[in-house]
C-alpha cells in the first residue's frame, strides 16, 4: 500500500488564508490608498488656506476700523472748521451792517484760504441787492473743505478694506467647506478596505472619487492668501 499524505484540517484551514489577493484586489487597495494620500495633502492645503484668508479677514476689518476712525476726526476737523468760518463771516457781516469797515476789514482778514474764493463768488452776485443770491459763501460751490475731501477719501478706503474682509470670511467658508467633502473621502475610501463584496467596494470608491473631484474644484476655484 503506499504512502498517503493527509492533511491535518488547521493546515488546510492556513492555506487558504494564507492565498495571496487576486490583482482585482491589490488594485482597489492602491486606489483606496491613492485616494486617501492625495485626501490628506488636500486638507492639509484647505486648512492652510483656511486659517491664512482667516487672518486676511480680521487684519482687514482693523485696519478698516483704524481708517474710519481718522475719517471722522478729519470730518470733525472739517464741522469745526466750518464753524469757525461761519462765525468770522457774521462777525464781518454784522461789522458791515453796522458801518464799521475796520472791524469789517479785520474779519475779512481772518478768513481763511480756504474761503475766500467762496466769498468772492458770493460777493460777485450782488446779495445785498439781488433777492435771488444764495444765501451765504457756505453754501456756495466754490466752498471746499480739505478735511472734508480726506474724510471722504478715507472712507472710500475703509469701504474697500472692509469689503477686502468680507472677502476673506467667504474665501476662509469655501476652504472650510472643501474639507467637508474630503472628510468625507476620507471615511468612503477608508471603509472600502474594510469591505469584502467587490461590487459593493467598487462604488464607494467611485463615490469617493467623485467626493474628491468636487472638493479640489472648490479648492482650485478659489484664490490664495
Known amino acids: 500500500m503506499g504512502h498517503v499524505h493527509v492533511h ?33 495633502l488636500a486638507t492639509a492645503w484647505s ?15 482693523a485696519r ?15 464741522g469745526q472748521t466750518r464753524i469757525d468760518d461761519l462765525l468770522y463771516f457774521n462777525g464781518w457781516l454784522n461789522a458791515r451792517q453796522a458801518g464799521n469797515r475796520a472791524l469789517a476789514t479785520v474779519y475779512r482778514r481772518r478768513f481763511r484760504p480756504e474761503f475766500v474764493p467762496a466769498f468772492r463768488a458770493w460777493l460777485a452776485q ?18 471746499r ?4 475731501t480726506r474724510a471722504a477719501k478715507l472712507d472710500d478706503q475703509a469701504d474697500e478694506l472692509y469689503q477686502d474682509g468680507t472677502q476673506a470670511r467667504a474665501n476662509d467658508d469655501k476652504y472650510i467647506l472643501s474639507t467637508v467633502f474630503f472628510a468625507a473621502v476620507l471615511f468612503f475610501a477608508g471603509i472600502s478596505l474594510r469591505l469584502l463584496w467587490r461590487p459593493l467596494r467598487m462604488v464607494v470608491l467611485v463615490l469617493a472619487g467623485t467626493m474628491l473631484v468636487v472638493g479640489v474644484g472648490v479648492v482650485l476655484s478659489l484664490p490664495v492668501a
Open 8 to 40: 491535518a484540517p488547521h493546515e488546510l484551514t492556513e492555506t487558504s488564508a494564507s492565498a495571496a489577493p487576486g490583482r482585482g484586489e491589490r488594485v482597489l487597495e492602491i486606489a483606496a490608498v491613492l485616494l486617501m494620500s492625495i485626501t490628506t
Open 47 to 61: 486648512g492652510y488656506q483656511a486659517a491664512r484668508w482667516s487672518g486676511e479677514q480680521s487684519q482687514s476689518f
Open 64 to 78: 478698516a476700523s483704524a481708517v474710519r476712525i481718522k475719517a471722522q476726526q478729519q470730518a470733525t476737523a472739517a
Open 126 to 143: 450782488r446779495p445785498f441787492t439781488n433777492a435771488d443770491a444764495i444765501p451765504g459763501p457756505l453754501y456756495m460751490p466754490q466752498y
Open 145 to 148: 473743505l480739505a478735511a472734508t
